[in-house]
C-alpha cells in the first residue's frame, strides 16, 4: 500500500478545516508533520489536493471526489480497530436528530441501544432539519434521523415511521371548542410557528399550500417549548408533531384545534450519505428504529 491512514487523516481535517495548522491541531500533530503528509501524499501519486489561497488550502475538484472514499476508509479502519481492541465492540457512533425526534423519540432508543452495546458510545446531536442534513453530507455525523422531505444527490433517503401535525391553541382562546376551522379562520389567526429549514415548518408550509401569503406569523421561534409556552400565553395558535403535544392535551394546558380539509399528514426519515460505510453500528440502529420492541 503506497500511503498510511495518516495520510488520509490528514487530508481529511485538512479538507474539513481549510489550514494544517489546525488540521495538525485536531489531530495532535506538528504543524511540520502535517505539512509533511500531504505533500508525500500529493507527490507519491503525482496530484494535487487542493487549491492554495494564502493560508487556505480548498479542495479542487478532484479532492472533492476522493472524500467520500476517504472518510469511508477511514469508518472502516475505526471499526477494524474497535475490533480488535474490544472484540467487535459497536463503539461510537454519531446520531443527528431533528428537534421533535430527538427531544421526543431518540433518547429512549439511543438507551436501548447502550444496554444492547455495552461499552457502546452514541454521540446525540439534536438541531432542525437543514443543519442535520449538512453535518451527514460532511461526514460530522453517521446517520440523521429528520422531520422534512429531503432531495440531494448525495445522501440516501429512507422512511422510517408516519407523524401528524396537529393545530393547538391556549383554553381561553377565541377559537377553542370549535368543532371545525375554515380558512378563513387560519386566515385571520395569528399564527406562532417554527424557523425555515425545520421539518415541522416544511410539513406546516405543505399543509397550508394557498394560504401561506395571507398567513399573519407572528412568532417564529426554534424550539417546540418555546412555541407551546407563546401560545399558553394567547400570542397565537400554533402548529407541531401531536408526539409534542400530547402531554399538555392530557393536562388541558393547551387545547387541539381541527383543520380536516388539510393535510396534516407527514413522514419521518433517515439519512445517510450515500458514500457512507454501513458499520455495524449504523445497522444495529437502523434495526432498532424499525424493530423497536426487539430489545423488551
Given at each position: 500500500m503506497h500511503y498510511t491512514l495518516r495520510q488520509?487523516?490528514?487530508?481529511?481535517?485538512?479538507?474539513?478545516?481549510?489550514?494544517?495548522?489546525?488540521?495538525?491541531?485536531?489531530?495532535?500533530?506538528?504543524?511540520?508533520?502535517?505539512?509533511?503528509?500531504?505533500?508525500?501524499?500529493?507527490q507519491r501519486f503525482e496530484v494535487?489536493?487542493?487549491?492554495?489561497?494564502?493560508k487556505r488550502l480548498q479542495l479542487n475538484d478532484f479532492g472533492k471526489s476522493l472524500r467520500p472514499r476517504a472518510e469511508a476508509l477511514l469508518d472502516q479502519a475505526r471499526e477494524f480497530e474497535q475490533a480488535l481492541a474490544r472484540h467487535n465492540s459497536i463503539g461510537e457512533l454519531r446520531v443527528g436528530a431533528t428537534l421533535t425526534i430527538g427531544n421526543y423519540l431518540a433518547v429512549p432508543i439511543m438507551a436501548e441501544f447502550m444496554h444492547q452495546h455495552p461499552g457502546s458510545r452514541v454521540r446525540l446531536t439534536v438541531e432542525n432539519?437543514?443543519?442535520?442534513t449538512e453535518k451527514?453530507?460532511?461526514f460530522e455525523l453517521d446517520i440523521g434521523l429528520i422531520e422534512g422531505e429531503l432531495h440531494d444527490e448525495s445522501i440516501n433517503v429512507m422512511p422510517w415511521r408516519d407523524d401528524e401535525l396537529s393545530l393547538f391553541c391556549a383554553p381561553d382562546h377565541p377559537l377553542a371548542g370549535r368543532p371545525e376551522l375554515n380558512d378563513e379562520d387560519l386566515r385571520r389567526a395569528d399564527w406562532i410557528v417554527r424557523e425555515a429549514g425545520s421539518g415541522t415548518r416544511q410539513g406546516f408550509e405543505h399543509a397550508m399550500h394557498g394560504l401561506l401569503p395571507d398567513l399573519r406569523l407572528r412568532l417564529e421561534l426554534q424550539h417546540t417549548e418555546a412555541i407551546k409556552r407563546a401560545v399558553e400565553a394567547g400570542l397565537g395558535i400554533g402548529c407541531l408533531s401531536r408526539i409534542t403535544l400530547e402531554d399538555a392535551f392530557r393536562r388541558g394546558s393547551l387545547l387541539p384545534l381541527f383543520a380536516p380539509h388539510r393535510d396534516w399528514r407527514r413522514r419521518f426519515h433517515f439519512i445517510l450519505h450515500k458514500q457512507k460505510y454501513r458499520s455495524a453500528g449504523i445497522d444495529s440502529w437502523l434495526a432498532l428504529c424499525m424493530n423497536p420492541d426487539d430489545g423488551n
Open positions: 488520509v487523516e490528514v487530508f481529511l481535517a485538512t479538507a474539513w478545516h481549510e489550514n494544517v495548522t489546525m488540521a495538525a491541531e485536531s489531530l495532535s500533530m506538528s504543524q511540520s508533520a502535517a505539512s509533511a503528509a500531504l505533500k508525500e501524499l500529493e494535487q489536493l487542493f487549491d492554495r489561497a494564502g432539519t437543514a443543519t442535520i451527514v453530507r460532511n
